[in-house]
């Protein structure tokens, strides 16, 4: 048995602090957009079946109990006490927080303190220029602002994230746009833009990416579904030997491009996570995928996790049962000794991330 007995959750969000009914925590689950099919839910898809197999027991049921009667325990528990029990019982031990997204989500404090683990923020880029803007009257004041507050959130996150390139199916252009182009770009963007109007102009986005780059800190990109080598690679080229990781995110179904870029630039990483909560019963076969082409100090271990605890909890669980599996069957046919085995996941799980990050041994 391969144990990982420590947890990073290198990308994650916080978890909904409301009851939910059926509907809202079964859309949760669904990674696309629209309804179910006629007559399913997305509980009938492997995400769904991971969480009816994994999560029950932390609960107090049987796996693979009906969905209604989960649902039952779960509010006869309450949000609170359910949400505790759940992330406690993933295992996880620190949780990196994107906080960019909206709704009503706990934040690493609160993220902390209910899975009895540490935390620590991940600045979302565009986020951080859409609060510039709304409080930035002239076109020079919000640049200015923006460049002290990328500033100023480095000194208190452990990276900043972006999804600049899962906006489109455009490769990113490598190099940082000139300062006319950057003004321009922004003067258009405020001028027609409302109070809480999202940033998507090209121009700023990759303004705001070689600002990030500029601070040192890992920068995590959101790949979406297009091609990560496409969209980053040109990227990835311009940024090497300036100091600053990229860590790709959400490969999958590219994950072995993404796996690909983190084995070709010393400086980029794959994530795991998302790609295995998605392949539920099938994760094994997508990890060995990526370990076929990725050196194993390249890979990071993350659940993806937003909203729903249960979606740390099955993160969690598929990547220990997917590694064990994976790498129990090399060390029985003799590929690898036990103690390198371990120690590899042991990367994996934890010890990458806290390198990346710059984390201490928690």
């Keep these: 048995m391969i144990e990982t007995p420590s947890l990073v959750d290198q990308h994650c969000h916080g978890v909904l602090r409301t009851e939910l009914g ?32 994994w999560c029950p027991p932390l609960l107090g049921l049987e ?21 505790r029990r759940l992330l406690r ?21 609160e993220l902390a303190t209910t899975g009895a683990a540490d935390a620590h923020e991940i600045v979302r880029l565009e986020l951080l220029a859409e609060q510039v803007a709304d409080t930035s009257g002239t076109v020079d004041s919000f640049l200015a602002n923006l460049a002290e507050s990328v500033h100023g959130a480095a000194a208190g996150a452990v990276a900043f994230t972006s999804v600049a390139g899962a906006r489109g199916d455009r490769p990113l252009p490598p190099e940082p746009p000139g300062p006319g182009e950057v003004r321009g770009a922004a003067g258009r963007w405020l001028a027609g833009r409302q109070v809480g109007g999202e940033l998507a102009d090209p121009v700023l986005l990759r303004h705001l990416l070689w600002i990030a780059v500029a601070s040192g800190l890992p920068l995590q990109l959101h790949t979406g579904a297009a091609d990560p080598q496409r969209s980053f690679g040109a990227f990835a080229r311009a940024t090497a030997g300036l100091g600053t990781d990229l860590v790709l995110l959400h490969g999958y179904p590219h994950h072995r491009a993404a796996a690909h870029l983190a084995g070709v630039f010393p400086h980029v990483y794959a994530d795991l996570g998302p790609a295995l909560v998605r392949t539920g019963a099938r994760a094994a076969a997508v990890l060995a995928e990526i370990l076929e082409l990725a050196p194993f100090g390249k890979l990071l271990f993350s659940s993806g996790a937003h909203g729903l605890p249960e979606l740390h909890v099955v993160g969690a669980t598929l990547f220990r049962e997917a590694l064990s599996r994976v790498l129990g069957t090399w060390v029985a046919d003799g590929a690898w000794s036990l103690a390198d085995a371990q120690r590899v996941a042991a990367m994996i799980a934890a010890d990458n991330a806290r390198r990346v990050y710059g984390l201490t041994d928690e």
């Design 89 to 109: 019982g993933s295992g996880i031990t620190t949780y990196l927080v994107d906080t960019g997204l909206p709704g009503d989500l706990t934040g690493p404090g």
């Design 63 to 83: 796996p693979h109990c009906p969905p209604a009667r989960y649902l039952a325990r779960r509010r006869e528990l309450g949000v609170l006490e359910a949400g």
């Design 22 to 53: 059926l509907g809202t925590f079964e859309a949760h689950l669904g990674r696309g957009e629209g309804p179910p099919a006629p007559g399913t839910t997305f509980f009938d898809t492997q995400t769904g079946f991971a969480v009816r197999r």
